[in-house]
């Protein structure tokens, strides 16, 4: 070490050129890393993640497109869930408090809040009751719309926000960092208080895309043949052929492909950092043979 120190030392510029190069190598495999670990590696932000699957149907052009709300109904009813809801990204003007904005919204449909397992940090959710056609006009709000838009008021639950003129009683507020599909979503209503919607049409479909808890025992593969056989009776019943259900676990929904590519850029930018210490000691030493040398354990 002492040998190594007066090396350094006797070479600054070496020194500061060769800590540079590995510092940077260092940070792109510490970037790389906490993107993998967020795609990845951590856990969705729901309770018993692993349980929780996503459905959407195929087109005939075999495309993912959304879900229509009959089939909702169907396949939701399936033995296959313990619990199973839909939301759809909405957004409703809010005015009545300085200048009018647009609010990111979910419009849900079922169980939402227990099939996620999300408990609201004030207040509470709504069932699946409340969301039905004519439901009453409530909200849940996300964490990040109340603290910045209502000023973390303790006593928001129970107040009114006007939405496309229409006042909506606030029931709950979500803890902080939670949502679906993400903590950015700024409130919750549900879908049954929005007019006009396409509830008896099986080929509408709007964005939505529904949730679920399998049961015990159950695993995706199983809950797939238990929709298929569904669809082929809705089929032999209306005599007529319907966008077949896929379903998938959510983590899939949430990375894509992008697991794979996060893996391929770990794995490079792994190399870089090989290069870049290859490089540093053939620099040091003269060959990377000498550096393997003087740092064997034989003589």
């Not at 349980?51 to 959407?56: A, C, E, G, I, N």
């Not at 290069?275 to 354990?297: D, E, L, M, Q």
């Amino acid at each position: 070490m002492r040998s190594a120190l007066r090396s350094l030392a006797r070479h600054p510029g070496f020194t500061t050129a060769g800590a540079l190069t590995i510092a940077l190598a260092v940070a792109g495999n510490t970037s790389i890393f906490a993107v993998l670990k967020a795609l990845v590696l951590d856990p969705l932000p729901f309770k018993n993640p692993d349980q929780l699957v996503t459905l959407d149907v195929r087109s005939t052009r075999g495309f993912l497109i959304s879900i229509s709300i009959p089939n909702y109904r169907n396949w939701g009813r399936s033995s296959a869930f313990q619990s199973h809801a839909a939301a759809a990204g909405w957004g409703m003007t809010w005015t009545g408090r300085d200048q009018a904005q647009v609010v990111t919204q979910q419009a849900v449909l079922g169980d939402f809040f227990g099939t996620l397992g999300l408990t609201p940090y004030r207040g509470r959710g709504f069932g699946a009751a409340e969301t039905e056609p004519g439901a009453e006009a409530i909200t849940v709000l996300g964490y990040s719309f109340w603290r910045q838009h209502l000023g973390g008021d303790p006593d928001v639950v129970g107040q009114t926000l006007l939405l496309d003129q229409r006042p909506y009683v606030v029931v709950g507020v979500l803890p902080e960092g939670s949502g679906y599909p993400s903590a950015a979503v700024e409130a919750y209503v549900p879908m049954g208080s929005i007019p006009g919607l396409p509830w008896e049409d099986r080929g509408s479909s709007f964005g939505t895309r529904a949730l679920a808890r399998l049961a015990p025992g159950m695993t995706p593969e199983l809950a797939q043949r238990h929709l298929d056989r569904i669809t082929s009776n809705i089929e032999a019943g209306e005599g007529q052929a319907i966008a077949p259900p896929e379903l998938r676990p959510l983590s899939d929904f949430y990375v894509r492909d992008l697991k794979r590519q996060a893996w391929v850029l770990m794995a490079a930018v792994g190399f870089v950092l090989l290069i870049a210490v290859a490089n540093v000691s053939f620099s040091a030493t003269g060959s990377p043979w000498t550096a393997a040398y003087c740092c064997s354990p034989w003589p």
